[in-house]
């Protein structure tokens, strides 16, 4: 490793060295400047200085964005620059601000350095989590996020659904925390790499014949146990209704968007890049179903979408209304996901199909927290009675919560429509000769017809009903901007989706973008040594090395 | 020229939307201003549509690329059956506004919902693209909840729900057909969901004979077609005056068209092909053979909706019920003319659908603007000896139920007439069924007429002596609505010409192809 690249290591970095520091830095600020402020004005301080930092990250992100032509890749893949990266990197980060713009001075706590000291570790856990491709980085990602997250759940102290949502969240977190890291041991038992690419080429061709296929099947069902917790899909969603519920609006804003985003593209980049051999086949069950992770994805959508809908009807808490949605959700994108890899080759629209979901779904959620926050704060909580009337007593935050909801429900001309159009569309391409992936297609668009019952329901408590308390409820002019804005990118994103889409499919073009090693790895020849070397020995002494 | 209908619309929506609701008057007249140009556009093209030109016109040609990744086009344009959809969509949006000129209560977003649903159905029938089509489609649905929920009677929180599920879960049906049909089809020129370009893709009859039903169930959903019809009654009932009129008159002509533009348009071979059912039988016979299978059924289930829609009807109390179930009566014919596949079947289904358009706006602006607001009961027992109160309601209501019954002289009449030749030519068994539907139709209609405005003597009439005049909007809609039905009765080539010459176009172009040596039909 000579110096000029680790400079040019710390030139691709910048960002996240940005983001670090303004972590700690807000930390310590708080710490020796303003512990002895009144809570408010510590609110006002670090808080803007956190929107700050925040926005220069973005504008570093975007510098990045349009600078670069080239994937870089540090590490064997521990960290990737590429821009389709950078992009989701700048929707995280410009996530996060909105969150803080919605969390601005709601006095949860007195922690208040505290608070956003652990917001931005966690959006640096997403970020990382974004760019990295290597199973160690991905895991430590993911506890970054995940630990500040438990914190930030729990973080109203005096609330006791607060600390049970925290609590429950961190059970069923640590729990799919220790399923996930036992899965991707098993996958570097039976590979032997943790670099994502270089697993996949220990899989590829006549090679697949060496790995112990028992082993790795274990390793990645365990492992699509552990994200399967992170996205909330069913059955692995029991934690998310409680802790939407009970942490503070805008940290579930950040669990329901940004951590989410973060995971799926882990979870995309994990089988697309790193498992596409071991995808099997989804298709016409049960004539053409091949054992692999595409079946038990398939298996694990249609769970989520069954159970987030039908659950979501039976709520009256709009958090909790959201936290089921969000599982269904999960199974829409999970539909994409099974159409990856279905029918051996990958399939074109299907990765910018998922990120373009993605995104209008992240973009769409925070909208709708957002309103939530607004309104739960001034009305005295979430649930829909608290909600009755709005449209009289806060016209222009119904009108916003009106196109958020439609919007996940897919009505167009707004963006859930054309992103579930785009995902489902990306999901019969897989095969189209056949229509393969149609069964699973047609249940997710039933599904769907389903999910518009209960945004009605919410929507009709705004609209329909007469208001029991005449008195308006507004917000203040930042959190109104910002939420205008997003509403307004939830329609032009519906109705002009051909440029974002264009651009998902440019960066997609090629998901093997050429490995231009930063650094190049040191040790060259030790590359082909361990694959030949491992492969014979590989179902005896792969078994006990996981263990240890 | 014509895609203004649409932006106006959606213009007007947003405008009225932002207003303050309580400059009520200037509201009306925006509504009534906005109403006005789609049907002064809508007016002025029928009256220039070039019979001797090309099928499609007012249109943007091959349209622009929308989302050129999917072959999305925003492409539109009109032809002789869509055109007088589009007036008549013009014609009750104006109605429906001076019906709704009585409407206190948040008035500003009545007309915004009002115009998105009128944008929508606009947009429906103008558009050329599947997609483009889909879009406009989805858009007319979610209003209609909130103009029905917010300013309905009767059940109006469960008849809104109702309608919008049904609605969105045959839109669901369309969705997958459409994905299916994108994916199949096999063009020369690339992945497309231009319309024209799909209806020469020659689907395998195999893939027709599943997609079709798929196709044409989920838009037929909302052309009220049995057994999916229970949304229509409630939905009608409980939605204020110019929902009604716009749900009955031009909403479940959405169904019918998508049915007809998408559905057959697409697959006629899935209509005409025969399908051997594998039933077993003694010795030597391997199934029972089905001809044109989907198109029998289409066929049986329309006169199901004929003669079930009037028995039902027959025997309703709620005076707005009757119209309801007459309302799915009728559009059985419409179903009917479609599924005959004939020429003379798909003109009386495209006059059928302007005819009772118009009827059943005029039968549910009686019932439910001039009638029902003024006595607040639609019981059929307590009404009764209106005729002398309000004796230009009653005469309004007795000439719309003649043109309903399908009198001579009245529109509804040559439509039917056409329906029931075309019937005779495809599927002759079927008329006997139908004769007797007809006859029931007489005789509910016969009954509403005497029981609420000639009624029994019996009956304390002196209650009614003290209702509020019939304003002159209400006047002045109802006898535009009178006249057109009298002006397309008496001079039925003002509308015949155009359908005849696209109705032709489309047999020649779309169904025929596919019948040739499949049916053996004259």
Redesign the interface.
């Known amino acids: 490793m000579n110096s000029s690249n680790i400079l040019h290591v710390l030139n691709l970095l910048t960002p996240e060295i940005v983001l670090c520091g303004l972590a700690f830095g807000v930390l310590l600020l708080d710490i020796i400047f303003f512990r002895s402020d009144s809570v408010e004005h510590r609110h006002e301080q670090l808080g803007c200085s956190v929107i700050i930092g925040l926005v220069m990250v973005f504008f570093i992100y975007a510098l990045q964005y349009m600078d670069w032509q080239n994937t870089f890749v540090v590490g064997h893949g521990a960290f990737v620059a590429s821009r389709l990266n950078t992009l989701f990197k700048m929707a995280v980060v410009g996530l996060a601000l909105i969150t803080v713009v919605i969390g601005f001075k709601t006095p949860y706590s007195t922690h208040v350095g505290e608070y956003y000291g652990l917001m931005l570790f966690s959006v640096l856990g997403m970020v990382f989590l974004i760019s990295s491709e290597d199973l160690l980085m991905i895991f430590i990602a993911l506890e970054l996020i995940s630990l500040t997250l438990y914190v930030l759940t729990a973080f109203q102290k005096g609330a006791r659904r607060s600390v049970e949502g925290g609590l429950k969240y961190f059970i069923f977190g640590g729990f799919s925390a220790a399923f996930l890291l036992f899965g991707l041991s098993y996958i570097y038992g039976a590979t032997g790499h943790t670099s994502l690419r270089e697993i996949a080429g220990a899989l590829q061709g006549d090679q697949l014949a060496k790995v112990p296929m028992k082993m790795l099947g274990i390793g990645i069902l365990f492992t699509l146990v552990g994200l399967g917790f992170k996205i909330a899909a069913a059955p692995f969603h029991l934690w998310a209704p409680d802790a939407y519920e009970g942490a503070p609006t805008p940290v579930a804003a950040m669990i329901a968007t940004g951590s989410k985003i973060a995971s799926f593209v882990a979870l995309t980049k994990l089988l697309l890049i790193g498992l596409p051999a071991a995808a099997g086949s989804a298709l016409s069950w049960p004539t053409r179903w091949h054992s692999g992770w595409a079946g038990t994805v398939a298996i694990i959508a249609v769970l989520s979408m069954t159970i987030g809908n039908f659950a979501a009807i039976m709520q009256t808490n709009v958090k909790r209304l959201l936290a089921y949605s969000s599982v269904a959700h999960a199974g829409y994108i999970l539909v994409a996901i099974v159409a990856i890899q279905a029918s051996g080759v990958p399939a074109p629209?299907a990765a910018p199909a998922i990120y373009f979901y993605i995104i209008i779904y992240a973009l769409t959620n925070i909208g709708a927290f957002g309103v939530v926050n607004a309104i739960g704060s001034k009305a005295g909580g979430d649930d829909f009675e608290h909600f009755t009337g709005m449209?009289r007593r806060s016209p222009y935050l119904s009108l916003l919560m009106l196109i958020f909801m439609?919007s996940l429900a897919g009505?167009?001309?707004l963006a859930g429509?054309?992103g579930k159009?785009y995902l489902?569309?990306a999901a019969?391409?897989a095969d189209?000769k056949n229509?393969g992936l149609?069964w699973l297609?047609?249940y997710a668009?039933?599904m769907?017809?389903v999910s518009?019952?209960y945004y009605?329901k919410l929507?009709?408590q705004m609209?329909?009903l007469p208001a029991k308390d005449p008195r308006r409820v507004t917000s203040n002019p930042a959190m109104n901007t910002s939420l205008g804005l997003i509403g307004l990118m939830v329609l032009l994103m519906g109705v002009f989706?051909?440029k974002v889409?264009?651009r998902f499919?440019n960066l997609n073009a090629n998901p093997y973008p050429i490995w231009e090693a930063a650094v190049p790895p040191p040790p060259q020849p030790e590359i082909p040594v361990p694959a030949p070397a491992e492969k014979p020995a590989v179902p005896a002494p792969a078994a006990p090395a996981p263990k240890s | 020229m014509l895609t203004w209908t649409i932006w106006v619309s959606f213009i007007g929506a947003g405008v009225i939307m932002l207003m303050k609701p309580e400059k009520k008057d200037l509201i009306r007249w925006i509504a009534l201003v906005v109403a006005s140009v789609g049907l002064l556009i809508g007016l002025f093209c029928f009256f220039t549509y070039d019979l001797g030109g090309s099928n499609y016109q007012f249109g943007n040609g091959d349209g622009v690329?929308?989302?050129?990744?999917?072959g999305i086009h925003f492409k539109v344009g009109v032809d002789g059956i869509s055109l007088p959809l589009v007036l008549l969509t013009g014609i009750i949006a104006f109605t429906g506004v001076l019906y709704s000129w009585n409407i206190e209560e948040r008035l500003n977003?009545f007309f915004g919902f009002f115009f998105v649903l009128i944008g929508g159905v606009y947009g429906v029938f103008q558009a050329r693209d599947l997609?483009l089509l889909?879009?406009f489609y989805?858009?007319a649905?979610?209003p209609k909840?909130?103009i029905i929920?917010?300013w309905g009677s009767t059940r109006k929180?469960y008849g809104a729900?109702k309608l919008?599920?049904y609605s969105?879960?045959g839109?669901?049906l369309v969705?997958?057909g459409a994905?299916?049909l994108?994916?199949?089809a096999d063009l020369p020129g690339g992945k497309t969901f231009d319309l024209d370009a799909l209806a020469s893709a020659n689907f395998p009859v195999s893939f027709q004979l599943w997609a079709l039903p798929l196709v044409f169930v989920g838009f037929a959903v909302l052309a009220g077609m049995w057994p999916f019809h229970t949304w229509a009654p409630t939905g009608h009932v409980a939605a204020p005056t110019a929902a009604s009129m716009l749900l009955a008159g031009v909403v479940m002509k959405l169904g019918a068209y998508g049915c007809l533009r998408v559905a057959i348009m697409l697959f006629p071979s899935g209509m005409t092909a025969n399908v051997t059912l594998p039933l077993w039988f003694p010795a030597g016979m391997s199934g029972l053979v089905i001809h044109h299978f989907w198109s029998s059924v289409f066929a049986i289930i329309a006169t199901i909706n004929i003669v079930y829609g009037a028995m039902v009807a027959l025997v309703q109390r709620d005076f707005k019920f009757v119209i309801g179930y007459s309302s799915v009566s009728h559009m059985g014919f419409v179903l009917l003319g479609l599924a005959t596949l004939d020429l003379t079947g798909l003109k009386g289904s495209v006059m059928q659908m302007f005819s009772h358009g118009v009827v059943a706006g005029l039968l549910f602006a009686v019932v439910g603007r001039m009638v029902y607001e003024r006595t607040h009961t639609r019981e059929l027992s307590e009404l009764g000896g209106l005729i002398k109160a309000m004796p230009f309601v009653g005469g309004v209501f007795i000439i719309g139920a003649f043109a309903s019954m399908g009198l001579p002289g009245f529109s509804g009449f040559f439509a039917e007439l056409l329906v029931l030749i075309g019937t005779w030519r495809a599927f002759p068994w079927l008329l006997l069924p139908i004769g007797i539907g007809i006859i029931i139709t007489v005789a509910y209609t016969l009954r509403t007429i005497h029981k609420a405005f000639f009624g029994d003597r019996r009956n304390d009439m002196t209650k009614w002596d003290h209702l509020a005049p019939v304003t002159i909007q209400e006047k002045v809609a109802s006898l535009m609505l009178v006249a057109i039905l009298v002006i397309v009765g008496l001079y039925p080539p003002i509308l015949l010409n155009m359908v005849d010459k696209s109705s032709d176009q489309f047999i020649k172009h779309h169904v025929k192809p596919s019948i040739s040596g499949n049916l053996a039909r004259q």
């Open positions: 629209s449209a439609l009505i167009p001309p429509f054309f159009f489902f569309a019969v391409q189209p229509l149609l297609v047609a668009i039933a769907s017809a518009l019952y009605l929507t009709k609209y329909v989706p051909n889409v264009e499919e | 690329a929308w989302i050129p990744q999917f977003e997609f889909f879009v989805e858009i649905i979610v909840y909130f929920a917010i929180e729900m919008v599920l969105f879960a839109s669901a969705f997958i994905l299916a994108y994916y199949t």
